[in-house]
């Protein structure tokens, strides 16, 4: 049974950093697009970054570019994000994700993604 498990959440201050990981069990990880979506409470699920199979590209969603980092170890099956100069607005619940197909392509949007993890929090203090 595929399954994806976040951790790394936590309380930070403003300009802090928080590293998360995901590891990924039951799906042959290395052929999947990866991404990290977050969910601020009232608001969409929406897009951070993802990954395409190999780790060779990377895309990010604007308020975070420059600040997150996404990578991933097909050995290790695990993917992480890396987030530095943490902001108050970037608190959330953040989702570990797996697209829907075997693809060599990246994948924005949520739709493009079938495997879900549980979730991680974030929370950043001002």
């Known amino acids: 049974q595929e399954q994806l498990v976040e951790s790394g959440g936590g309380l930070v201050q403003a300009g802090g950093s928080l590293r998360l990981s995901c590891a990924a069990s039951g799906l042959p990880f290395s052929r999947y697009a990866m991404g990290w979506f977050r969910q601020a409470p009232g608001k969409e699920r929406e897009f951070a970054a993802a990954i395409n199979w190999s780790g060779g590209r990377t895309s990010y969603a604007d308020s975070v570019k420059g600040r997150f980092t996404i990578s991933r170890d097909n050995a290790k099956n695990t993917l992480s994000l890396q987030m530095n100069s943490l902001k108050p607005e970037d608190t959330a619940v953040y989702y570990c994700?797996?697209?829907?197909?075997?693809?060599?392509?990246?994948?924005?949007?949520?739709?493009?993604?079938?495997?879900w993890g549980q979730g991680t929090q974030v929370t950043v203090s001002s």
């Open positions: 994700a797996a697209s829907k197909t075997i693809t060599w392509d990246l994948k924005m949007r949520t739709d493009d993604y079938g495997y």
